[in-house]
């Protein structure tokens, strides 16, 4: 199971992704070679398979992310997903999204990420995550978390 985090340029104004019309066409986040530029910043060593398919391991958690837009292709969006301390990795999340001019969100709550909030919606979501898998050693096997 993965916490799961997306970063666009939403519209400004909105508090939450319900109030964004159908019709609403994302605004470009920079090309494939930009946006690798910023991941690769921010997360450092984070290794593109030839699918496009990022990877970061972070010591308490992972981070996966696909990125198949060639260099000079608009990107209008990432999706970061965290496998592992999801608490730990929520202050990234929101620090990928600053210095991409966007905005995060948690999908588990549709709401968008603040510093403030980031290790709050982690929180819920590891709380859940233990919840279903129903103890540690079973948390280890789905998340990889040690």
Known sequence: ???DVFIM???PGVASVEEISDDW???SLGTGKA???VLGGLLPGIAYDDSGWGEYE???FSIGTPLK???DQPVTGIGLFVHGDARAAAPMAVALAEA???RAFATGDGEF?????ARDSAGVWQGYRDRVVGHEGARERVTGAR
Do not use: I, K, Q
Request: without cysteine; proline residues 12%.
């Open 25 to 27: 066409d994302p605004p």
């Open 113 to 117: 990420l603040t510093v403030g909030s």
């Open 1 to 3: 199971m993965s916490w």
């Open 69 to 71: 837009e060639a260099d």
């Open 58 to 60: 972070g010591g308490a």
């Open 35 to 37: 946006v690798r530029a």
């Open 9 to 11: 340029r939403f519209p």
């Open 100 to 102: 991409l001019e966007a």
